[in-house]
């Protein structure tokens, strides 16, 4: 355990399971072709996820 405290391995493992959960939810791909459309959509579905994860996740 000391070397997850050490290492930062809990943060890191928190930021890859949401990046998990924004590709489940709203896919890997972006659908916009020019970078400033790109952005919006990224952002949107960024507090979309955010949203949801504030919300609570289901229990086992």
């Given amino acids: 355990m000391a070397w997850q405290k050490a290492t930062g391995y809990g943060q890191r ?3 890859a399971a949401q990046i998990g ?3 489940k939810v709203i ?3 972006l ?3 020019k970078m400033e459309t ?3 959509e990224t952002r949107v579905a ?3 996820v955010n949203r949801m994860t ?3 996740r289901a229990a086992y």
């Fill in 13 to 15: 493992s928190r930021g």
């Fill in 31 to 33: 659908r916009s072709h």
């Fill in 38 to 40: 790109q952005t919006t």
């Fill in 21 to 23: 959960r924004y590709k």
């Fill in 54 to 56: 504030r919300l609570g």
């Fill in 27 to 29: 896919g890997p791909d």
């Fill in 46 to 48: 960024v507090k979309a």
